[in-house]
């Protein structure tokens, strides 16, 4: 079975572009978050899916971040314009439907590196 | 402000040597602390996980210990492997989501 994929792995673009983030969750994941690192830090809760609907948004940065889940399937991020500070590993994980302890699953992550 | 610290931020350990990271939290409603692992490359991974009402949990070499009254819980590698050389990440869940706080990771190197 595939597990929590992620595209692309790597993105380097200059302040003030715009980047598109891909999660393809495990099938059959209702649940879908994303996270991010910046370097040396704690793993930041974004936001949280259940299908299609935005479950709690409360970590997303600003307005130049959003996120969507069209479907309820795979979900993209879009950083729209990029900012310096917005450099760093995104993650994106799924899970089944269940208590808050339900096991998560994480993918690879995407490294942005705004320039 | 960070929910769940942690520390150390880099640790080196001989082969077969004993791994200790270690992490304290603040909010008392807590009710499950997971421990990740991650890879270079790869995404944190489930390690092992402990709830509140048991004091330690046991899964082959690895150990969660856990201290209510502290607020604190570590984790123990036994007889560390070079293979074990990655990120660990002990987290703690978010308010009423199924989201999940981390601490800052601790890079563990294990030497041959």
């Known amino acids: 079975e595939a597990g929590v994929t992620q595209f692309p792995s790597h993105s380097v673009i200059e302040k003030g572009q715009t980047v598109t983030l891909r999660c393809d969750p495990i099938?059959?994941?209702?649940?879908l978050y994303w996270y991010r690192r910046v370097m040396g830090k704690e793993i930041k809760f974004l936001l949280h899916?259940?299908?299609?609907?935005?479950?709690?948004e409360s970590g997303m940065p600003n307005n130049r971040f959003l996120a969507e889940r069209t479907g309820g399937t795979y979900s993209t991020l879009k950083v729209q314009p990029a900012e310096l500070e917005d450099s760093g590993v995104y993650f994106c994980?799924?899970?089944?439907?269940?208590?808050?302890?339900?096991?998560?699953?994480f993918g690879q992550g995407t490294r942005l590196t705004v320039v | 402000q960070q929910q769940v610290k942690q520390s150390p931020q880099s640790l080196i350990v001989q082969k077969g040597g004993i791994s200790i990271i270690n992490c304290a939290y603040e909010n008392t409603a807590f009710d499950y602390f997971p421990w990740y692992q991650q890879f270079p490359g790869k995404g944190p991974a489930l390690l092992i996980a402990?709830?509140?009402?048991?004091s330690e949990k046991k899964e082959g070499r690895f150990t969660i210990s856990f201290n209510k009254s502290a607020k604190q819980f570590s984790l123990h590698i036994m007889d560390s492997q070079p293979g074990d050389s990655a990120t660990y990440f002990c987290?703690?869940?978010?308010?009423?989501?199924?989201?999940?706080?981390f601490g800052t990771g601790t890079r563990l190197t294990v030497i041959p």
């Open positions: 987290a703690a869940p978010g308010g009423g989501a199924n989201n999940l706080f």
């Open positions: 994980a799924s899970s089944q439907v269940g208590d808050r302890n339900t096991e998560a699953f």
């Open positions: 899916f259940v299908k299609e609907s935005k479950q709690d």
């Open positions: 099938s059959g994941h209702d649940n």
């Open positions: 402990i709830r509140p009402d048991v």
